[in-house]
C-alpha cells in the first residue's frame, strides 16, 4: 500500500490545482483533456460507515458540504453518483450513525447536502467524503476548513474506472 | 531586587501552564465535546505544560526551591506526566480508535504531525 503524503502544502496545492482544474474544466471542457484522478486524502476513511443511507439533510442542517464529481481523462461530469458524508458536528460524533448521509449528483456532476456544523475534532475543523459504489475506484477525501467558523466546505472528484 | 526577580520566574511560569488551560476551559466547543474527549484533551494540556516544569526544576532554575527539593518534585511531576499522557491516549482512543492510531504512527493529516 502506498503512502500519501499529505501535508498542509501539499493539501493546499493539491487542492488549488484541482479547484483551478475543476473551474476551467467546466468552463473549457476542451482543455480537461488528461484530468488526473482525485487520490484518497490521509485519514479520509476514518470512522466511514458503509451504506450511509441516501437523505435529504443530515440532522438538523446549518451546513453546506458541496462538490463535483468528473470523470478521469476528459473531465465529463457524472450524474447520479452517491456520495457519502460524515463529520464530526454539533449533532454528533464522527463515528455516529446520525452523523452520516449519502446524496447524489446531478445532472452537471455536482453535489449538495446540508449537515449540522462542523466542529474540530482531533485538531482540525474537517470533513468527510467517500465515493464508494464500485463502478469507479474507491476514493475518501478529507476537507480541512480554513476556519471552524465557517458554515460550508467543498469537495472535488475526479473518479477513474475501477 | 531579587524578590520582584523571584516573583517574576514565578509568575512568567505560573502563566505559561495556566493560560493555556484557562484558554482551553473557556472554549466554546466545549458545548459539542463529551466528557472523555474533554477529559483526554485537558490530560494532553496539563502534560504539556507539566514538560515545561521539568527541565525547570532538575536544572535548578526555579528561585526558592533546593536541589533536593527540586528533584523531589521532579520525580513526582514525572509520574503525573505518565497518568496525564495514558488518559491523553485512551481518551482520545475512545473518541475515534482510527484518529488515535494515525496519530500514533504519525500519519495524523494534522500540521503538527511530524511525517506529514
Not at chain 1, 470533513?127 to 476514493?139: M, P, R
Not at chain 2, 496539563?46 to 533546593?66: F, K, M, N
Not at chain 2, 497518568?83 to 485512551?90: Q, S, Y
Amino acid at each position: 500500500m502506498t503512502t500519501v503524503v499529505l501535508n498542509r502544502r501539499n493539501l493546499l496545492a493539491a487542492g488549488g490545482s484541482v479547484l483551478a482544474t475543476g473551474v476551467s474544466g467546466l468552463l473549457l471542457p476542451a482543455r480537461a483533456q488528461g484530468l488526473a484522478p482525485t487520490p484518497s486524502m490521509s485519514g479520509g476513511s476514518n470512522n466511514y460507515r458503509k451504506g450511509a443511507p441516501t437523505v435529504d439533510r443530515i440532522g438538523k442542517g446549518g451546513f453546506w458540504m458541496s462538490g463535483t464529481v468528473r470523470r478521469a481523462g476528459d473531465g465529463a461530469p457524472l450524474a447520479g453518483q452517491r456520495i457519502q458524508i460524515w463529520a464530526h458536528t454539533t449533532e454528533g460524533q464522527e463515528h455516529e450513525p446520525q452523523s452520516h448521509g449519502a446524496t447524489l449528483t446531478d445532472k452537471n456532476g455536482a453535489f449538495r447536502l446540508e449537515m449540522p456544523q462542523i466542529i474540530p475534532i482531533f485538531g482540525q475543523p474537517h470533513g468527510h467524503l467517500a465515493y464508494d459504489s464500485g463502478e469507479f475506484k474507491t476514493v475518501f477525501l478529507r476537507p480541512v476548513m480554513r476556519s471552524a467558523k465557517e458554515t460550508s466546505l467543498e469537495a472535488h472528484f475526479v473518479l477513474q474506472p475501477a | 531586587m531579587r524578590l520582584a526577580r523571584v516573583t517574576l520566574i514565578w509568575a512568567a511560569l505560573a502563566a505559561a501552564v495556566c493560560v493555556p488551560i484557562a484558554a482551553a476551559a473557556a472554549s466554546p466547543l466545549l458545548a459539542w465535546r463529551g466528557p472523555v474527549y474533554i477529559l483526554a484533551g485537558s490530560a494532553g494540556i496539563i502534560a504539556l505544560g507539566l514538560v515545561l516544569v521539568q527541565p525547570l526544576l532538575i536544572g535548578g532554575y526555579l528561585p526558592g526551591l533546593s536541589a533536593y527539593r527540586g528533584r523531589r518534585a521532579h520525580h513526582w511531576i514525572g509520574g503525573a506526566l505518565v497518568v496525564a499522557v495514558v488518559v491523553h491516549v485512551g481518551g482520545l482512543w475512545i473518541t475515534s480508535p482510527p484518529d488515535m492510531i494515525d496519530a500514533l504512527l504519525f500519519t495524523s493529516p494534522t500540521p503538527f504531525s511530524p511525517s506529514v
